[in-house]
């Protein structure tokens, strides 16, 4: 069954702390996707990676950083948390635009970590 | 940038009512799909659409490429409780360098009244 892990469900964090989420998939996917999810505001997305050591700044990366050294692993980077920074993270990834298929926006959703900056 | 209007924003409805929801743009879409957001989950893929006027069904679950490209919609036949959640539109919207955009639309929350 495949599958996009993200390492932590919820977390609670203060103002200030680094925060690191872990994403892993076992597709052998080339693109992975760092979104939020915010009421109302659907999903945004953060940054994405269509490669290892690739990243490319999605619509809303302020604040974010990103990490792709390993094909299947894409980690989502708060350097300093604050509180408008509290959301759901979802992490996603997709098959390559070159497939032959051609890359049609099917993405695998991971399970969510949400993510609270007291 | 590129915009996806998604309604109603939330629905209720009653166990057994059929639902419809649509998404509209005023740009040309190459793919049209749906996805659903369990409750405490990560959206799940229902529907992709790939060709203008496709009408495509999953189950209860029907859906159409508009066939101006820029609008889809999706229907769910007799609701049942597992329904619930939040229903997403996207579309893959072209770029200059044939690479492609993915847009998202902001989600309609369907809430089934007991």
């Known amino acids: 069954d495949v599958k996009v892990t993200q390492s932590s469900r919820y977390l609670v964090k203060r103002t200030g702390e680094k925060v690191f989420l872990e994403c892993v998939q076992d597709m052998d996917h080339e693109n992975m996707f760092w979104y939020r999810q915010d009421p109302g505001l659907g999903l945004r997305l953060i940054y994405f990676s269509y490669d290892v050591k690739m990243k490319e700044k999605g619509d809303i990366p302020e604040g974010y950083s990103v990490s792709r050294e390993k094909k299947e692993r894409f980690s989502l980077i708060l350097e300093s948390a604050s509180t408008n920074q509290t959301s759901m993270y979802l992490c996603?990834?997709?098959?390559?635009?070159?497939?032959?298929?051609?890359?049609?926006?099917?993405?695998?959703f991971g399970e969510g970590s949400r993510l609270t900056v007291l | 940038g590129q915009q996806l209007n998604q309604s109603p924003q939330s629905m209720f409805i009653q166990e057994g009512e059929d639902v419809s929801m649509n998404c509209t743009s005023s740009s040309i879409f190459n793919t049209w799909l749906w996805y659903k957001q369990d409750p405490g989950e990560g959206p799940v893929l229902l529907i992709a659409l790939y060709k203008a006027g496709e009408l495509t069904s999953n189950g209860r679950l029907t859906a159409q490429f508009g066939i101006t490209r820029k609008d889809s919609f999706l229907n769910i036949s007799a609701s049942i409780p597992s329904d619930v959640g939040i229903y997403f539109c996207a579309g893959t919207f072209p770029l200059m360098d044939s690479n492609y955009q993915l847009i998202w639309g902001a989600g309609t929350k369907l809430i089934i009244k007991p």
């Open positions: 996603a990834s997709s098959l390559s635009d070159r497939d032959p298929r051609g890359n049609t926006g099917e993405l695998f």
